[in-house]
């Protein structure tokens, strides 16, 4: 029995929507017209949502939150021995959005089918990453899935809250640098050219800070517009050459080679590997095949190469640690962390450590570099005001000389 979402027009021409249940688009479409409803379209959830990801959406089919709550809440009926069909019946009735809704009851009617939680997910994988489902199929292997599922809803709230902390603390440089440019580009386009005007009329050598800001108003007017459409041609051209594994190598390399930001991209994908393959290795997954979903997540591709690197060395029976300290891109304390619970038999506890380790570390420096950043940004502010300020005046102290 697979879910179907229809559209159908009842006996007053009024469309609705919905989702049922059958073995065949046909019994769903005669279930609708034994309701007295004229069925329009009746498709398949999991085909359509694997046509989904075959097209470019600016949607995705789960957002993170969704993820998250979701989790959260079939993990607490599960563990209160609900029955898995049912639990995920429950879960799809309490949300708000339609797409996780399909997705659910999708996910429930393969269940229902006899299939695995893992393969339901399968079929749904932008909405369930890989990390994901290899997490629930060794739950179930194991027996365990109530606890994979809590240890899951951790995870994936512990990220959002992460992401939603970050994006929180963006939102103030991001709304000042904005307005710092909107309104030295305004001043510049419409105010330094009627005031400057009146002194480059006067026929005497204006200094040099004025020339500097007549030319610079005059190329703004002229080619303004010109040059922000430039700017945004170059930012789609980089995005679509960043899709390349070239180009996005040779990017990820010069990250790792600047100073700051190097620790910064280093610190954050040590964090994401180190508590992928914690929670990995904890629910029961095979070493090999958690290092192997682990480097999914590291966004950085030399560091992600370095990850698959390792897995080959530990297939070949070095011990992760060691496997990892070849490429030098992971902390020395994460190293001497991970080899600790290899050698003591807690590699999930000193995965988790070193995440945590790593994660306080990153929470730091971000707060650090977004509090040198505000005060920044300001001063910045000033000095460019300073600037214009000061090429309008230096005419007028000028001739107020002259008439002395």
């Given amino acids: 029995m697979g879910a179907f979402e229809y559209t159908a027009v009842d006996a007053g021409g009024k469309e609705r929507k919905g989702i049922l249940e059958g073995d065949t688009a046909r019994q769903v479409r005669q279930l609708l017209r034994d309701r007295q409803l004229l069925p329009l379209t009746v498709t398949e959830i999991a085909e359509r949502e694997a046509s989904r990801q075959q097209s470019f959406t600016l949607r995705p089919t789960m957002s993170a ?9 079939l993990a607490t009926l599960v563990q209160s021995a609900l029955p898995l069909e049912e639990a995920l019946l429950a879960v799809s009735e309490q949300t708000e959005s339609p797409r996780v809704k399909s997705v659910l009851i999708g996910v429930r009617s393969k269940v229902m089918e006899g299939h695995t939680l893992a393969d339901g997910f399968a079929d749904f994988p932008k909405a369930f990453p890989e990390i994901y489902r290899a997490t629930v199929s060794a739950g179930e292997q194991s027996g365990h899935l109530d606890a994979v599922l809590e240890r899951l809803a951790d995870y994936t709230e512990g990220r959002q809250v992460l992401r939603q902390k970050i994006q929180h603390a963006m939102i103030y440089p991001v709304v000042l640098t904005a ?27 204006l200094p040099g800070l004025t020339v500097f800001l007549i030319a610079l108003s005059d190329f703004m007017r002229e080619y303004g517009l010109l040059l922000v459409a430039a700017l945004i041609a170059a930012g789609f051209a980089a995005r679509r050459a960043l899709r390349h594994p070239g180009p996005r190598r040779w990017r990820d390399a010069l990250l790792l080679r600047i100073p700051l930001v190097a620790k910064l991209v280093r610190g954050s994908n040590t964090a994401r590997f180190t508590r992928t393959l914690s929670i990995l290795t904890g629910s029961g997954v095979p070493v090999l095949e958690a290092l192997r979903i682990s480097a999914e997540v590291v966004t950085n591709v030399p560091m992600r190469e370095a990850v698959e690197a390792a897995a080959t060395r530990v297939r070949e029976g070095a011990p992760i640690g060691k496997s990892l300290a070849v490429g030098g891109y992971f902390p020395p304390l994460c190293v001497h962390l991970i080899s600790s ?27 650090a570099l977004l509090g040198i950043l505000e005060p920044a940004l300001i001063v910045t502010m000033g000095v460019i005001v300073l600037v214009i300020v000061l090429a309008i005046l230096l005419p007028i102290f000028e001739l107020n000389q002259l008439a002395g």
Avoid: C, H, W
């Fill in 65 to 73: 939150n969704d993820l998250a709550l979701v989790t959260r809440q």
């Fill in 341 to 367: 619970g290899e050698a003591s038999g807690e590699l999930e506890t000193m995965l988790t450590r070193a995440a945590t380790n790593q994660e306080r570390e990153m929470d730091g420096l971000i707060a």
């Fill in 179 to 205: 307005l710092a440019l909107l309104i030295v580009s305004g001043m510049l386009v419409y105010v330094v050219p009627k005031v400057v005007g009146v002194f480059s009329n006067s026929g005497r050598e």
